[in-house]
């Protein structure tokens, strides 16, 4: 992966990650991830696949936490576990995934959900 790309990677990972905090994103909180999201140069599409197969295999369990992270992860960490995915075969790691879409919790899917329709708006808008 390009340099470039890894640092544009990272900041998308960072972003999404804030979906898998143990707090209450509130409209506004959505809003910011979108327009944050609106800077890079990703589509919907490559957007969805970092949200499914980059971070929230990653996070998810944070959700399923009684006292999970709610100010943020450690970016080490997270860039340093979804590079590990990455090396993974990608072929049995998306089949894992997609089984796992049901512990993500609607919450964090819900959420995913209003950030791309924010973004959809922006981008109409913009």
């Known amino acids: 992966m390009q340099n470039n790309q890894l640092e544009q990677n990272k900041i998308v990972w960072s972003i999404i990650s804030e979906l898998f905090l143990d707090n209450q994103l509130?409209?506004?909180d959505l809003n910011h991830i979108a327009?944050?999201?609106?800077?890079?140069s990703f589509t919907e599409k490559e957007l969805n696949e970092i949200f499914y197969y980059d971070v929230a295999p990653i996070c998810f369990m944070n959700l399923q936490n009684v006292a999970g992270e709610w100010e943020g992860f450690d970016k080490e960490w997270l860039f340093s576990e979804i590079q590990k995915n990455?090396?993974?075969?990608?072929?049995?790691?998306?089949l894992k995934c997609k089984l796992l879409r049901s512990l993500y919790g609607s919450l964090a899917l819900?959420?995913?959900?209003?950030?791309l329709e924010k973004l959809r708006e922006l981008r109409d808008t913009g």
């Open 110 to 115: 819900d959420q995913w959900a209003k950030v």
């Open 35 to 40: 327009k944050e999201l609106l800077k890079t």
């Open 26 to 28: 509130r409209d506004l």
């Open 86 to 94: 990455r090396n993974k075969n990608q072929i049995i790691f998306r």
